[in-house]
T-cell receptor, first 112, second 113 residues
Framework: QQQVKQSPQSLIVQKGGIPIINCAYENTAFDYFPWYQQFPGKGPALLIAIRPDVSEKKEGRFTISFNKSAKQFSLHIMDSQPGDSATYFCAASTQGAQKLVFGQGTRLTINP | SQTIHQWPATLVQPVGSPLSLECTVE??????LYWYRQAAGRGLQLLFY??????ISSEVPQNLSASRPQDRQFILSSKKLLLSDSGFYLC????????????FGSGTQLSVL
C-alpha cells in the first residue's frame, strides 16, 4: 500500500513533443506528490509538486495533472527539449511522515 | 541558504575493505537526514534515515551502517565491502517534521572491485 508505481520505465520523444509520465498510488492518506529530475551523475532535484486539493499545477513547461479518484498523477513536459533528457522520479508522502515513497523512475530521452 | 556537501564524488574500493562516506548540511539545524543508494539505471533505495543525533532508522538489512555524531553530519560506513555494495550513494536532508522538499547531495559513485 506504500508503493508508488511509475510508468513507463523509459521514453523517447522527438524535440517539441509532449512526454507524459504516469504514477499510481494506493495509500489515500498521501497528500504530497513531488516530481524529481535527475541528470546523469547528479543528485535528484525537486522539479514540481502538487497537493490533492488541486487537479493541475504548472511551472513553466512542466505540468502535473492529478486525479484523486483514480489515485493517479502524471507529469507532462510541453515543447520538450534535448536538455530535458534525464531520469524523472515521482514520489508521495503523508503529512508528518519521515520518508518519501519514490516511484521506480523513468529515463526520458528527447531527440533533436 | 542551506547547502549539502557529500564526499568523495568517486571511490574505487577492493572487496573486503572498509567504507566511510560523509555528508554535512549547512544553514539549517536539526534536519532529517537520509542515505539512498541507486544501482545503475535503477530507482532510489532508502538505506537509512535519522531524525536526530544518534537516532538511526535502518530500512533494509545489509552490510552497511550509519551514524549521526553531530546534528548536521551523517556518515555511511561498512567494515567489509561486498561487490553488491557498488552503486551511486546519495545523501539528502529535509526540514523536520519531515514534510515538503527533500534536498539531495551530488552523490558518491562507489565501485567495489
Amino acid at each position: 500500500q506504500q508503493q508508488v508505481k511509475q510508468s513507463p520505465q523509459s521514453l523517447i520523444v522527438q524535440k517539441g513533443g509532449i512526454p507524459i509520465i504516469n504514477c499510481a498510488y494506493e495509500n489515500t492518506a498521501f497528500d504530497y506528490f513531488p516530481w524529481y529530475q535527475q541528470f546523469p551523475g547528479k543528485g535528484p532535484a525537486l522539479l514540481i509538486a502538487i497537493r490533492p486539493d488541486v487537479s493541475e499545477k504548472k511551472e513553466g513547461r512542466f505540468t502535473i495533472s492529478f486525479n484523486k479518484s483514480a489515485k493517479q498523477f502524471s507529469l507532462h513536459i510541453m515543447d520538450s527539449q534535448p536538455g530535458d533528457s534525464a531520469t524523472y522520479f515521482c514520489a508521495a508522502s503523508t503529512q508528518g511522515a519521515q520518508k518519501l515513497v519514490f516511484g521506480q523512475g523513468t529515463r526520458l530521452t528527447i531527440n533533436p | 541558504s542551506q547547502t549539502i556537501h557529500q564526499w568523495p564524488a568517486t571511490l574505487v574500493q577492493p572487496v573486503g575493505s572498509p567504507l566511510s562516506l560523509e555528508c554535512t548540511v549547512e544553514g539549517t539545524s536539526n534536519p532529517n537526514l537520509y542515505w539512498y543508494r541507486q544501482a545503475a539505471g535503477r530507482g532510489l533505495q532508502l538505506l537509512f534515515y535519522s531524525v536526530g543525533i544518534g537516532q538511526i532508522s535502518s530500512e533494509v538489512p545489509q552490510n552497511l551502517s550509519a551514524s549521526r555524531p553531530q546534528d548536521r553530519q551523517f556518515i555511511l560506513s561498512s567494515k567489509k565491502l561486498l561487490l553488491s555494495d557498488s552503486g551511486f550513494y546519495l545523501c539528502a536532508w529535509r526540514r523536520p517534521p519531515g514534510t515538503e522538499k527533500l534536498f539531495f547531495g551530488s552523490g558518491t559513485q562507489l565501485s567495489v572491485l
